[in-house]
């Protein structure tokens, strides 16, 4: 019986302060919503929404009122998040 190789879920150093930022109720939504969707054997693409434009190769979800944008590197299948910020900032 073969192990189907799960996704990993990294942070940029400047999402990860993004993070750190938030109170710790979004934080924690945050962080159960990448482990449980994301760091998984499916596609990660099955949630949220490509984005266009400046940020075409990046992904975005949202989490209660913040978004995670992220790239999504097949190849060494990592979720890079690059982004966590409140909906209303996230794209300045």
Known sequence: ???TALWRVE???DA??????????PRQSILRYLRDRFATPEDPRRFGKALSGELAGLWRDRVG???IVC???DLRLIV???RVAHCRNVYE
């Open 65 to 67: 009122d913040c978004r």
């Open 16 to 25: 990860l302060k993004e993070l750190r930022k938030l109170g710790a109720a």
């Open 1 to 3: 019986m073969s192990e």
């Open 71 to 73: 790239r999504i590197e």
């Open 80 to 82: 890079l998040v690059v």
């Open 11 to 13: 942070f940029d150093s």
